[in-house]
């Protein structure tokens, strides 16, 4: 993802918040990375001649941010929350692709500001933050479809699916604990806002970063990330990549869809080659061992062993779907079978898609229950949305 969540803002005035500086869909006059006192953003163009930086806020908005020799500039790393360890830098260490909030007196229609002071996160220091953020996620996260609420225990239940099957985990959530909720036809990770025990419900999918102690049931999160989603599964039968629009038929219920793949959508494919499936399983608890760094176990999961304790619970399968590699939309072709996590629209017809996964035949296959002897085969993808499979969250 590209924007920053949790930790990472710009040095602003307190009472603007790190929800201020990712909000999306405003209009210029209303976009709120554009302060009274100052605008944040990306810089887009440096143009020394005319004393001048193009801001680009994440709203698209476009703000002129004119320097003189009395403009100061200040580095500053992500997580900083003041100027004490900010150090001084010059116009010639700003970058196209750095994030800077220039701090001066707004005109009234929002489209420039002359800075007296430009404060500077480098794209490089920036993406160093992001890794490592995406790292504790793995490192500490768990993933999960809510089955069950306790409020007066203040807990939360949810499936974690598995190639060997579905472990219930159980989260106690405290006065603590950091709880974000993804907005209505959100894809980003960092669209998430503030939410609390009484937003969410069961079917809700959830990311949580905390830490499991010696019950192998029970995971104690620090950050909690939520969202109504809809995971569908389809056959291909359109995809327009000027347009970044796919068509399916809904394997489920039969229906039409179309799929909108925006920029920040994450598209990948699930592998045809038996070897990599095969590691996947070995990964899972078969002979091979596991994915690099995981020992057997995937991330906020215990390495299970087979035996008196029961059956090894195997490699997550919301894991495996998020090392699957990367492709475009060109990539998707008429007749693939896929699936597309998406919040909850107000079309019905039309999914924005968060995340998608191209080859799911295969993965199906995988995780279909085998039918009794006499019994049809079941529908691949019937109670995809409450199978565990929770590949909508992103990670920041």
Known sequence: MKALFFSIVLLIPSHITA????????????????????????????????????????AGSIVM???SDKTTYKRLAPGETSLTNATDI??????????????????EDKKS????????????????????????????????????LKPDAHEIVIANRTLAGTQSVTLPVSDKTEMRRYAPDSIKFSDAKPSTFS???????????GDRGADPLRFTPQKIVTGSFRTVGGVVTAVNPETGEIKINELEKKQPLTIVIKQDAVLRKFPSEMGMMGGFNRGAGGQGGAPPGQNGASAGQPRAQNGPTGPRPGFNVNEMLERLPTISIADVKVGDTIIVSSTQGV?????????????????????????????????????????GISFGIGLP
Do not use: C, H
């Open 19 to 58: 929800s201020d500086l990712i909000t999306q869909g405003a209009s210029q006059i209303n976009d709120p990375n554009i302060l009274a006192k100052g605008a944040i953003g990306e810089v887009k163009a440096i143009d020394s001649s005319t004393k001048q930086i193009t801001l680009k806020t994440d």
């Open 65 to 67: 941010v004119t320097f």
């Open 90 to 107: 010059t116009l010639a260490d700003v970058a196209e692709g750095d994030r800077i909030y220039a701090r001066g007196n707004v005109a």
């Open 113 to 148: 500001v002359p800075a007296t002071m430009v404060i500077l996160m480098t794209k490089g220091d920036i993406a160093k933050k992001q890794e490592a953020e995406r790292l504790e996620w793995r490192r500490r996260g768990i993933l999960g479809v809510i089955t069950a």
């Open 199 to 209: 937003d969410i419900k069961v079917g809700d999918q959830l990311r949580a970063l």
């Open 347 to 387: 079309d019905p017809g039309r999914l924005t898609a968060i995340s998608l996964v191209s080859g799911a035949d295969r993965l199906f296959a995988m995780l279909a229950p085998r039918p009794q002897p006499g019994q049809a085969a079941p529908n691949p993808a019937a109670g995809l949305g409450g199978s």
